[in-house]
């Protein structure tokens, strides 16, 4: 049973790019969630989603940042006009239904030049 | 507001000598407290999950335990493989729906010399 997958590990997007960043859960789980970990802090939550609906997006930026997780295919999270604050390593998590445990990806590490 | 403060931000320990991580907490009711290990370069690798105060669970050289304020991880003998950054996050009684979000600490950053 593959673990979660994120692609890329590393993206490296010039200011005022897009950058995509996809993950797919675990075989069975239906509940996504977001980490952020900028340099020298700890992981924090931006969003956590199940199949076609973000359940909590309290955690993201109020702009440029967006997440989905379509009935098919992986969960993007999608940063528009990247800034420099932006660069940081973005960790997915995924959960089956009703379960506390959720099990990480080894994530994206964003460097915006 | 959830609170997870660890400590000590870094511990360097000789092969062999035994030591424990302190996480402390405050969450509006506990649904689970988790240790996580992360690697340099790396995701965060699930320990343990602990659900309610006296609870304590076991993995190689590694023991947690749960009060109702604090969460220690006890290393026995540890090995130069152990050194790691060890995460504590704690997951919030969501008033009975499936809720997975966790609140992390900063961590404490293990070194142990052979």
């Known amino acids: 049973n593959a673990g979660v997958m994120q692609n890329p590990r590393h993206l490296v997007r010039r200011r005022g790019q897009e950058a995509r960043l996809r993950c797919s859960p675990m075989k069975g789980h239906s509940h996504v969630y977001w980490y952020r970990q900028l340099p020298e802090e700890g992981l924090k939550f931006m969003v956590y989603?199940?199949?076609?609906?973000?359940?909590?997006e309290s955690g993201m930026p109020k702009e440029r940042f967006s997440a989905e997780f379509p009935k098919e295919g992986p969960s993007i999270l999608r940063i528009q006009q990247v800034v420099r604050g932006d660069s940081a390593a973005y960790f997915c998590a995924s959960s089956p239904p009703m379960a506390r445990e959720a099990f990480f990806g080894q994530g994206t590490r964003l460097t915006v030049v | 507001e959830d609170q997870v403060t660890q400590s000590p931000e870094a511990l360097r320990l000789q092969e062999g000598e035994s030591s424990s991580l302190n996480c402390s907490y405050t969450?509006?009711?506990?649904?689970?407290l988790f240790w996580y290990r992360q690697d340099p370069g790396k995701g965060p690798e699930f320990l343990f999950t602990l659900y309610s105060a006296g609870e304590e669970k076991e993995k190689e050289r590694l023991k947690a335990t749960l009060t109702k304020k604090e969460s220690f991880l006890h290393i026995t003998a540890p090995k130069p493989e152990d050194s790691a950054t060890y995460l504590c996050a704690v997951q919030a009684d969501a008033g009975g729906t499936s809720y997975g979000k966790l609140t992390f600490g900063q961590g404490t950053i293990l070194t142990v010399h052979p």
């Open positions: 989603l199940q199949k076609e609906n973000i359940i909590d």
């Open positions: 969450v509006s009711g506990l649904r689970g």
